[in-house]
């Protein structure tokens, strides 16, 4: 059997460690490309701001707007008529005159929550998004 020469040794070494961690790698930035390859917050902890652009809601999802409604608009009242409407998501979506049961919101849509600083008329402890921003909060 033929002898390999330490040099040559060492040089399997560093190529068999070499392809091991590429191959390790890999494994590791595949949960990375999902997270960007799929964008959507189908939760929040609490109140959070996003833009009007990034609702997404499924067809046939209830919404209600300005509908006599305006003045006892509110985060609260807003997941009761979701809740009502049989709505199985986790977020609503309020701004001063609409109420939207969302399955989820665009990922790089959320904003800083002083753009979402209109108070709700139906409670004025509670945030209604503002110019352009929608307030979220979980259903």
């Given at each position: 059997?033929?002898?390999?020469s330490?040099?040559?040794q060492?040089?399997?070494?560093v190529?068999?460690?070499?392809?091991g961690?590429?191959?390790?790698?890999?494994?590791v930035?595949?949960p990375?490309?999902?997270?960007f390859?799929?964008p959507?917050?189908?939760?929040?902890d609490?109140?959070?701001c996003?833009?009007?652009?990034?609702?997404?809601?499924?067809?046939?999802?209830?919404?209600?707007?300005?509908?006599?409604?305006?003045?006892?608009?509110?985060?609260?009242?807003c997941?009761?008529?979701?809740?009502?409407?049989?709505?199985?998501?986790?977020?609503?979506?309020?701004t001063?005159t609409?109420?939207?049961?969302?399955?989820y919101?665009?990922?790089d849509?959320a904003?800083?929550?002083?753009?979402?600083s209109?108070?709700?008329?139906?409670?004025?402890?509670?945030?209604c998004?503002?110019l352009?921003y929608?307030?979220?909060?979980?259903a």
């Open positions: 059997m033929p002898r390999i330490l040099p040559a060492v040089l399997l070494i190529a068999v460690i070499f392809v961690n590429a191959c390790a790698c890999k494994k930035t595949k990375i490309k999902k997270i390859a799929n959507k917050v189908t939760e929040v609490g109140h959070t996003y833009t009007k652009e990034s609702i997404r809601i499924d067809q046939g999802m209830p919404a209600y707007t300005n509908n006599g409604m305006a003045n006892d608009l509110s985060a609260d009242a997941k009761k008529f979701c809740k009502d409407q049989g709505f199985k998501g986790k977020i609503v979506g309020v001063p609409e109420c939207h049961c969302n399955k919101m665009k990922y849509g904003r800083d929550a002083d753009k979402c209109i108070r709700c008329r139906g409670n004025d402890q509670q945030f998004g503002g352009g929608v307030s979220v909060y979980p």
